[in-house]
Each structure stands twice: as structure tokens, then as C-alpha cells.
């Protein structure tokens, strides 16, 4: 009897995007998707890939660079190396994630969820979440097209995980 692979039912949570090669020595440009950039501290073991393929790295340094983190990974040591990382995430492992504080959720939470008004308007599925830095935005798909809702307290009044559907205010001006 073969044994079952325990990564292949493995959950990861996206901590950050590489977005590019910086200098000649394969650091990596990162697009933080955390709150918590302390995971990429020197020594810390995460994985690089897709949801699908992940694979274990360390990390050998990480600094802050402007709006992103620097990164420098014990596998890649030229550009041409770190080019080819370009578009993996950074990935942590679902029980790794840091407890949720009041009105927080995870994005893979989120995605997939209906999405209607408090008067019982449909507006659509929530497809993606985009990281502003000021705050995050919800790319809702829906009959209409899409419609973009910042992820404010005032926006967002109910996110429920068991029926998968979440109740929202629309603010004024955004949809015609």
C-alpha cells in the first residue's frame, strides 16, 4: 500500500510575490503579501512556487527596498537565476499563519465568495483581492462587470465563512 503524500493536500498561505532580479548576485525583488515581513528573516526556511508546486528555501539575507523586500535565497546566486523566479510567491503552510485579530479574514477565505448589498442586491463573486499598500481592494466579477470595493470596515459589514457570502455597502460614485 503506497502512502499518501502528506504536501499534496498541503494549504499554503501567499506571504509574498517575486517581482523581479535585483543586481548581479540573485537577490530577488518581493512584493510583501504579509503583515508580518519578520518571516523573511535570515535562516527562515519557506517555499517558492504556485499553490500547486512548492518547493522548500532558505533564506540567506532580507532587507526592506523601498516599497519591497530584498531577498536573497541559498539556491540562487546570479541574475539569470533569480529572473527565472520571477511571478512565484513566497508560501507558508496553512498552520503556520498567525491568529486572526477582530474583522480579519484570509484572502483564500474570501475569493470565490458571493458578494451582495444589504438591501439583497447581487453584485457577484469575489474574484480577486489587489494590495494597494493603503488598503486592500476587492475585484468583485459580476453580470455588470466588474466592480472594485475597498476593504474598509464601512464598505465591508458582514463576511460570513459558513454560507460563503459577504454583505457590503457601496460608497457613492463607484458603480453608474
Not at 501567499?14 to 535562516?43: A, N, S
Not at 530584498?70 to 507558508?92: C, N, T, Y
Not at 457570502?165 to 457613492?172: S, Y
Request: hydrophobic share 40%; net charge negative.
Amino acid at each position: 500500500m503506497a502512502k499518501a503524500d502528506p504536501s499534496a493536500a498541503r494549504r499554503y498561505l501567499h506571504i509574498g510575490m517575486i517581482v523581479g532580479p535585483h543586481g548581479i548576485r540573485g537577490e530577488v525583488k518581493v512584493q510583501l503579501l504579509t503583515d508580518y515581513p519578520e518571516r523573511f528573516r535570515r535562516g527562515a526556511v519557506v517555499y517558492l512556487g504556485t499553490d500547486e508546486e512548492a518547493r522548500e528555501v532558505e533564506i540567506t539575507a532580507a532587507r526592506p527596498h523601498k516599497t519591497m523586500f530584498l531577498v536573497q535565497l541559498a539556491s540562487v546566486r546570479d541574475r539569470d537565476a533569480a529572473e527565472k523566479l520571477r511571478g512565484l510567491s513566497f508560501l507558508i503552510p496553512e498552520e503556520q499563519a498567525m491568529p486572526l485579530g477582530e474583522n480579519e479574514n484570509y484572502a483564500h477565505d474570501l475569493v470565490g465568495m458571493s458578494v451582495e448589498t444589504a438591501e439583497g442586491e447581487e453584485l457577484g463573486t469575489l474574484s480577486e483581492i489587489l494590495y494597494t499598500g493603503a488598503n486592500d481592494v476587492y475585484v468583485v466579477s459580476g453580470p455588470s462587470g466588474e466592480l472594485l470595493l475597498p476593504a474598509l470596515l464601512d464598505v465591508v459589514l458582514k463576511v460570513d465563512l459558513a454560507t460563503r457570502k459577504m454583505v457590503v455597502r457601496v460608497p457613492e460614485g463607484l458603480r453608474d
